[in-house]
């Protein structure tokens, strides 16, 4: 290539550059050198058909660094440019990519999108494979990123999703993308990273690697991730089916093969290695196999117990014998047995409700509970919130559940306060030891810690509950210092101060009719106190006081008043069924 110096006017950014479209790139860490020592790397440049003019195949990022520091200076060297060829726009989407992933790599999408222009202009994958130092299969599944809607695409260019997002959202149809699409626009959060692929599976993944059966033989549905070699079980019951029925053809194999013992531990334990020692077979040694709920198996051969190990040291005899029951046995029993206890559990609902309360705060494989952030959007608003009166009677009512339970005065929560190591079944049996009132009181925190923000059941309950905000709640300069519009503060003032007062202060600044408002509700400034105030928007049922829109609590409750007009006759107090059910 020819190097030469051009003029900054002469340059600019070609189609073919492959950081040519999207965001203004970080200059942040270039800026600084540039504006001492100016472009010190020459720029890939071609020309630009019979002008004088060049565009840029890679190098935009210092190109955009030069420019600022020209309009800082008024004024810049020209740049150094290394000349390629005209006319070869394959070439140069090759150089382009080559030069930058030596630099900065590129993203996903960037990727995609250069190995499908190259395609166009009649590269082989193989080709583009050979070219970049890639596998033919991860240009292949860099090229399947078209399977996502480009409204997928567009979000992580912009920056809204993040990359393992994006990875994960390939392993969804269509029909899943626009169904997160969907939650996305609505008023629920939609599921990102990790917590993208448990929607994905329903529930926690399980990596195809973790089985011990013959892939081939599998006729349940696998999901694979287009970005690596990882692969996902798409439903885990099919999943679990054939690990287990594995397991135990592992388990008979070891027993034929000469084993006294097999141990299958339960779902869940591991294997603790520092409390056995290692014995050959003929010694008594056993094999303990570990499986872990994500579906990992393990198998530990040649192990005793170290209590075993003292009596063998000692000359005493350890008679290693089958065991009692079969896993298949095993596992005819825990089925029937738990048949049993749930349809006894059914006609005890206050047993059933103790049991669901433990799970509610310990969790388990099959509960998984979360604690509302209550995230704000400033300072002011949290603690605004934190020192509300409710918000103190809340605490004081869950501290007092803490003590009840035993559990550490000082945990932010009742949810995941329990810290014995006998998890939900230590929890069941302190709660059986509690009145059915105390329950009830634990349940209730449950739920409050755990409510979801923002939501249609919040104006449901309000309404239901006949609740009064006035009762609980008062204007801060928290609320009224985030009103900007001046209508809806002209509106606020006639609720306040009246409508006179309003009209003679339409064309006022907003900081006035503020004050005025903060005067009505604290009886300051000459004004009357105005008492048990709360804007619409905050009233349960809500509303809003213009045509604007952008009422969140108002929207809300449009979607549900429908059905609060047929809502039946109210819960009754609890006093009453809670005496029956203590008599019976």
Request: proline fraction near 5%.
């Amino acid at each position: 290539m020819e190097l030469q110096h051009i003029a900054l006017d002469r340059l600019a950014v070609s189609d073919a550059n492959m950081r040519g479209k999207g965001r203004t790139p970080d200059l942040s860490n270039i800026l600084p050198s540039v504006r001492a020592r100016g472009i010190l790397v020459p720029l890939i440049v071609r020309p630009i058909g019979d002008s004088d003019g060049f565009e840029i195949i890679a190098g935009r990022r210092r190109y955009e660094a030069a420019k600022q520091v020209a309009d800082e200076c008024g004024e810049i060297d020209p740049l150094p440019c290394a000349i390629m060829e005209a006319g070869d726009d394959a070439a140069a989407l090759e150089t382009s990519l080559i030069e930058n992933i030596a630099r900065l790599d590129p993203d996903e999408v960037t990727r995609w999108e250069t190995f499908t222009r190259l395609v166009r202009e009649g590269r082989a994958p193989e080709s583009i494979a050979l070219t970049f130092g890639l596998t033919a299969v991860q240009v292949t599944r860099t090229l399947a990123l078209g399977n996502l809607l480009p409204r997928i695409r567009s979000l992580y260019r912009a920056g809204t999703i993040d990359a393992v997002t994006l990875r994960h959202l390939t392993m969804a149809n269509k029909v899943r993308q626009r169904e997160w699409l969907a939650l996305l626009d609505g008023d629920t959060n939609a599921p990102t990273g990790a917590a993208l692929k448990a929607w994905l599976f329903g529930g926690a993944s399980i990596p195809t690697k973790a089985a011990l059966f013959d892939l081939g033989d599998y006729r349940g549905e696998v999901v694979t991730d287009l970005f690596g070699d990882d692969s996902w079980f798409a439903c885990a019951a099919d999943f679990w089916t054939a690990q287990r029925a594995e397991v135990e053809n592992r388990v008979e194999a070891y027993r034929d093969a000469g084993w006294g013992e097999v141990v299958v531990l339960p779902e869940g334990q591991t294997f603790q290695s520092w409390d056995h020692e290692r014995r050959p077979k003929r010694k008594g040694g056993r094999v303990y196999v570990s499986i872990g709920h994500r579906g990992d198996v393990a198998f530990h051969e040649g192990y005793i117990t170290c209590r075993e190990a003292r009596r063998l040291d000692r000359g005493e005899d350890i008679k290693a014998t089958r065991p009692e029951l079969t896993a298949a046995v095993a596992s005819y029993v825990d089925l029937h047995r738990h048949a049993v206890v749930r349809a006894t559990l059914a006609s005890r609902p206050m047993v059933a409700l103790r049991v669901m309360v433990a799970h509610a705060i310990v969790g388990s494989p099959l509960w998984r509970v979360a604690i509302e952030p209550q995230r704000a959007q400033s300072d002011d608003i949290a603690e605004s919130v934190e020192s509300s009166p409710a918000e103190a009677s809340f605490d004081g009512k869950r501290r007092a559940v803490l003590a009840m339970l035993g559990f550490d005065p000082e945990s932010p929560t009742v949810v995941r306060g329990y810290a014995d190591d006998h998890g939900v079944t230590g929890l069941f049996l302190r709660l059986c030891a509690l009145s059915h009132m105390e329950v009830l009181d634990i349940l209730a925190i449950v739920m409050g810690e755990t409510l979801d923000v923002g939501t249609t059941l919040i104006e449901a309950l309000g309404v239901h509950l006949d609740i009064d905000m006035a009762d609980h709640w008062q204007a801060d300069a928290a609320l009224l210092d985030g009103i900007r519009d001046k209508t809806v503060l002209n509106a606020l003032l006639a609720e306040v101060a009246g409508d006179a007062v309003a009209q003679a202060n339409r064309d006022t600044t907003g900081k006035v009719q503020r004050q005025i408002i903060a005067d009505c509700l604290a009886g300051a400034g000459g004004r009357e106190k105005v008492e048990r105030w709360v804007p619409r928007w905050m009233a349960f049922p809500p509303s809003a006081y213009t045509e604007q829109g952008g009422v969140p609590t108002a929207t809300r409750w449009t979607e549900i008043e429908a059905l609060m007009a047929c809502e039946p006759d109210p819960v009754p107090q609890i006093s009453a069924p809670v005496v029956a059910l203590r008599a019976a």
